[in-house]
């Protein structure tokens, strides 16, 4: 059975940094996909950034340009989002996704039909 664990959500000030955590279990990451969503109140779920299973690649939206950065550890079997100088317009929940499988390992995907396998979310709280 595969589970996502997210962590590392909190309350922060602008312009501060948080380092969100999805620890793997059940399936390899290195062999898949990984995917940031965030979702707010009344909206859609919103891509943020992925990883392609390659670990080679990676892709932001691009409200997260420049100030998001994904990567993975394949000991750990987690995949990280560090998020800097944080806006109060990056107040979400915000999920980790796992990509189905057989997908090009070479690419990232932005789409939610994409990813098979979803954490429980985690919520961060940007203050002004």
């Known amino acids: 059975q595969v589970r996502l664990v997210e962590s590392g959500g909190g309350l922060v000030q602008a312009g501060g940094s948080l380092r969100l955590s999805c620890a793997a279990s059940?399936?390899?990451?290195?062999?898949?996909?990984e995917g940031w969503f965030r979702q707010t109140p009344g909206k859609e779920r919103e891509w943020v950034g992925g990883?392609?299973?390659?670990?080679?690649?990676?892709d932001y939206a691009d409200s997260a340009k420049g100030r998001f950065t994904i990567s993975r550890d394949n000991v750990k079997n987690t995949v990280y989002l560090q998020m800097n100088n944080l806006k109060p317009e990056d107040t979400a929940v915000y999920y980790c996704?796992?990509?189905?499988?057989?997908?090009?390992?070479?690419?990232?995907?932005?789409?939610?039909?994409?990813?098979?396998?979803w954490g429980q979310g985690t919520q961060v709280t940007v203050s002004s």
């Open positions: 059940g399936v390899t990451l290195r062999g898949y996909a």
């Open positions: 996704a796992v990509s189905a499988a057989g997908l090009a390992s070479h690419l990232v995907f932005r789409r939610y039909p994409e990813y098979a396998y």
């Open positions: 990883i392609a299973a390659s670990g080679g690649s990676t």
